[in-house]
């Protein structure tokens, strides 16, 4: 069955680029707009299949939380309304899968934060006893809660590379110098990103609890905008930057099923590819299942359905 990739065309702002998942277009000097496809990427490589409504189910599970976390850290959200932004024919591009937000200086990390010994801190906690050069507890077992949660950053891959796990010290060296021309001590926001990524994440599992998930890591995004300020950017603990597993199939030993597009990752393990472009397709079955893991992910966290 052939599926319908979402790709925005809008022609009445400037396009910037397009990311993984999201479409940038330049709506000022001060603000964007952030189109979000229905793409999916595994592995760093956008795979050729759509997720149906995928586009959707992120944007409304970002703002859940953006609203909710707000009182942490200041957030993107400029309150526009995406279709005032654009030409009345482009309106249905935006309607539902799109946020205008503040123009800011990203940050040259990801701001993971791990609960949980799982994914690549599993293979590196085998290794070393530690992940990204934090001494962790012997004995533990994959999917074992961590006694508190931990920030461990990741580059900002380039186009077709691989995210890598850096250490707290390289990650308050890449943003000082990536901020350097501006003024602002990057190393000092460095340390406000791993602060308020830990208390973004702590506060987003406690209340995650109470829904019957577990939310055993995530990544955040965070900018600065001209007076050094530090936001929250980007997404936050949606299906595609965060690992959700069912609390009551939840156990010690194994990977527990998810929420999230581990279940994608997990057939495409048992593929011959080589996880470089082209990625493979997906059959309709897997596509199928992961747009109702997405789904459910939304209505089970926020109580709504779309």
């Known amino acids: 069955m052939a599926h319908t990739l979402f790709e925005s065309s809008i022609s009445s702002l400037q396009l910037l680029g397009r990311g993984k998942v999201r479409d940038i277009y330049a709506v000022d000097d001060d603000t964007l707009l952030i189109v979000t496809s229905d793409r999916l990427s595994a592995f760093d490589v956008i795979l050729p299949d759509p997720i149906p409504d995928k586009g959707r189910v992120l944007t409304a599970m970002a703002l859940f939380w953006f609203d909710r976390l707000g009182d942490i850290i200041p957030n993107q959200l400029t309150g526009i309304d995406p279709e005032s932004v654009v030409a009345s024919s482009e309106r249905d591009q935006v309607r539902g899968r799109a946020l205008v ?120 995004e965070f900018g600065v905008d001209r007076a050094g300020r530090l936001f929250l950017i980007d997404e936050a603990l949606t299906p595609d930057s965060s690992r959700f597993w069912p609390a009551d199939q939840y156990r010690e030993g194994i990977s527990p099923p998810s929420f999230d597009k581990q279940y994608v990752r997990d057939y495409l393990e048992t593929l011959t590819w080589n996880k470089k472009a082209p990625g493979p397709r997906l059959p309709d079955e897997v596509i199928a299942r992961t747009a109702a893991k997405y789904r459910e992910a939304f209505e089970k966290l926020t109580g709504r359905t779309l």
């Open 101 to 220: 937000v503040k123009r800011l200086k990203p940050l040259p990390i990801e701001a993971v934060v791990r609960g949980y010994v799982i994914g690549s801190g599993w293979s590196d906690y085998k290794a070393s006893g530690a992940i990204c050069g934090i001494s962790l507890p012997a004995g533990l077992q994959q999917a074992a809660r961590l006694p508190q949660p931990i920030f461990t950053p990741a580059s900002k891959a380039e186009a077709g590379d691989h995210d890598e796990n850096i250490s707290f010290d390289e990650a308050r060296l890449r943003c000082a110098a990536a901020l350097a021309d501006t003024g602002a001590d990057g190393a000092a926001l460095a340390d406000q990103a791993r602060e308020a990524a830990i208390a973004l994440y702590s506060a987003a599992a406690d209340y995650a609890a109470t829904r019957g998930i577990i939310i055993a890591d995530t990544k955040f």
